[in-house]
């Protein structure tokens, strides 16, 4: 059994152009990319512009479970302090007259 699932989304990729090239359909123009849109399913209508990419992200199943801290804490002996305590006892048939 494996211990990761697996997600795939498709993002739609629009290039960031420079404004002052003067060959706007070249590669030199392209400065940058952004993702501008993503689905879980191919798009029926991407964005004018864009390209469409896919991508399978794989994430372990323990990503998923809650927090569970535990701690174990030893506190040695060296660090307690006894703490005494005195009693003094009474007849308790004293002082029934």
Do not use: C
Not at 9 to 23: A, D, K, M, R, T
Not at 77 to 93: G, Y
Request: net charge negative.
């Amino acid at each position: 059994m494996s211990e990761t699932v697996k997600a795939i989304v498709y993002l739609q990729v629009q290039p960031e152009i420079s404004g002052y090239s003067w060959e706007r359909d070249t590669i030199a123009s392209v400065k940058g990319a952004k993702v501008v849109g993503s689905t879980q399913n191919r798009s029926q209508r991407p964005k004018p512009g864009t390209v469409e990419v896919k991508l399978t992200v794989e994430i372990p199943k323990s990503a998923f479970l809650p927090l569970r801290p535990e701690a174990i804490v030893v506190v040695p002996e060296s660090l307690t302090a006894p703490h005494p305590i005195e009693v003094e006892a009474e007849d308790a048939n004293e002082g029934d007259s």
